[in-house]
Structures are given as structure tokens and as C-alpha cells.
């Protein structure tokens, strides 16, 4: 019973943390973790097959991984005319852009499609996460 409780309650913390980003225009101008997004991490969660799986869809500065995607934009290219917060905006969901999107919502709980029960209520990326990729993504402009 406590086990069951404890769950409930990280559910609910977890859909108030995500519904509580705003998309103002097409920004989300606030920081989603109190710790600066690092580039290397986030370069990292873009690379990984397990985390991110960015490189399914999108190609980029990753010569050292093979197959990489070709039915979204080359990252350097998505990003080139984009903020940081618009970049945060798209990755926490990616759909309130383009309803069509097969990009899926990085940050978003509810409204979704085909979740599986065991990941029912649970972000892909938490909000550092998000934060490393964006720095990750703001860096390929520079």
C-alpha cells in the first residue's frame, strides 16, 4: 500500500512539474532545472540510442555513429535559427508546432498517444536533461 501511495505521488509531482512549463508564443522562456544544461551530457542524450534517440530521425556533428536518421532536418540546420527557449519550447513538445509531428513530446504527460502502462505519467527527459540538449543544441550555432 505504501508502494502504491508513493508511486501516486510521484505521478502527480511529475504532471505538475511538466504541465507547468508554459509556451509562451513560441518560447518557453523558463530554465526547466535549477543546474545549467551541460553540453556534453546533452550531446550525449542527443547520441544515445537509449535516451534520446534523436539520431532515429534527425543526422548531425556525430562521426563516430553510423545510421543515422534522415527523416528530419540535419540538427545544425534545425537549430541555426532558433533561441534557446524556442529550442526548449519544440523539445518539450514538439506537437503544439506541428499536430503531424512524428517528434515525440520530451516533457509532456498527458494527451499522448500509445503509452505504454509502465510509462504512463512519466516524461521521456526530466528537466535537466532537456536543458543539457538544449545546451548541447545552442552550441552547434557557435
Known amino acids: ?3 502504491v501511495l508513493a508511486t501516486l505521488l510521484l505521478v502527480f509531482l ?3 512539474l511538466a504541465s507547468a512549463q508554459t509556451i509562451v ?3 518557453i522562456f523558463e530554465s526547466l532545472s535549477s543546474t545549467p544544461g551541460d553540453p556534453t551530457r546533452g ?3 542527443v547520441a544515445s540510442r537509449q535516451t534520446g534517440l534523436c539520431l532515429l530521425c534527425h543526422n548531425g556533428p556525430f562521426p563516430e555513429e553510423r545510421f543515422q536518421g534522415n527523416l528530419a532536418p ?3 540546420v534545425s537549430v541555426a535559427r532558433l533561441s534557446a527557449p524556442q ?3 519544440r523539445i518539450v513538445d514538439a506537437s503544439y508546432f506541428n499536430p503531424s509531428t512524428i ?3 520530451y516533457y509532456k504527460t498527458g494527451h499522448l498517444n500509445r503509452v505504454a502502462p509502465k510509462f504512463a505519467g512519466q516524461t521521456i527527459l526530466n528537466g535537466q536533461e532537456i536543458e543539457d540538449v538544449v545546451a ?3 552550441s552547434l550555432n557557435k
Open 74 to 76: 540535419e540538427l545544425s
Open 14 to 16: 511529475n504532471l505538475s
Open 103 to 105: 517528434m515525440p513530446a
Open 136 to 138: 548541447f543544441l545552442v
Open 25 to 27: 508564443g513560441d518560447s
Open 43 to 45: 550531446r550525449a542524450i
Open 1 to 3: 500500500m505504501r508502494y
Open 87 to 89: 529550442l526548449r519550447a
